[in-house]
């Protein structure tokens, strides 16, 4: 059964640093893309970066001075690191799976992080 | 970046009736491959967006055969019959085929 859990800190104050975890069960970082995408309260879907099978990268151009994402494979976990954080990247935070060609097919429940002093 | 633009950005529907919602892409989404990556996720409240229609038509497992896509190139349609309650929430349109991926800024449906 494909699973993600998306886990960090709920609170973040303005201009540090935000690290999140995605930790994966029923399949293997070296066979799917896991992505993150974001959702700030009562708005739309936000792409922010892939973590390629291969451990290839891929960050959307808006974010990509402060973001990085990277893996343990040993662990099946996925990271997300984003620096300089401000009130507006206050959210819900998601990591998902592709599925072959299908993107985002599985997604975890998310992780609500509060940018706040 | 490609720009989705949905349409309505919201709607109300009685029970057993039918809804259709609207994509429009600012370039079109004919990868080099053939494929059309479009893809309709619905976000119940409280939850997280499910994945309800890929490549523009193919319904992902476990999902109703209520729920229907069509378009190509830059203009796409999710149909969703005999509407149900539990069919309540935002529905996102998404586009695969080029980065930055980039989704619609939804259409929520309401029960009437």
């Known amino acids: 059964q494909v699973q993600l859990k998306e886990s960090g800190p709920g609170l973040v104050q303005p201009s540090q640093t935000l690290s999140l975890t995605c930790t994966v069960s029923g399949f293997s970082l070296t066979s799917y893309n896991v992505h993150w995408v974001r959702q700030p309260p009562g708005k739309g879907l936000e792409w922010m970066g892939r973590m390629r099978y291969n451990g290839d990268t891929s960050y959307n151009s808006a974010l990509k001075s402060r973001l990085s994402i990277s893996r343990d494979t040993s662990k099946n976990q996925v990271f997300l690191k984003m620096n300089s954080l401000q009130t507006d990247d206050t959210g819900t935070y998601y990591c998902?799976?592709?599925?072959?060609?299908?993107?985002?097919?599985?997604w975890g429940q998310g992780t609500l992080v509060t940018v706040s002093s | 970046d490609v720009v989705m633009t949905q349409t309505p950005v919201s709607l109300s529907v009685s029970l057993g009736g039918q809804v259709s919602i609207s994509c429009r892409s600012s370039q079109s989404l004919v990868h080099n491959n053939g494929n059309t990556y479009l893809s309709w996720y619905l976000q119940k409240p409280g939850q997280s967006p499910q994945l309800l229609i890929y490549k523009v038509s193919n319904r992902f497992s476990g999902i109703s055969d209520r729920f229907s896509g069509s378009g190509s190139g830059t203009d796409f349609t999710l149909k969703i019959s005999r509407v149900e309650p539990d069919d309540l929430g935002v529905y996102y349109c998404?586009?695969?085929?080029?980065?930055?991926?980039?989704f619609g800024s939804g259409t929520k449906l309401e029960i009437k």
């Open positions: 998404g586009q695969g085929t080029q980065y930055p991926l980039t």
């Open positions: 998902t799976r592709d599925k072959a060609e299908i993107w985002f097919a599985y």
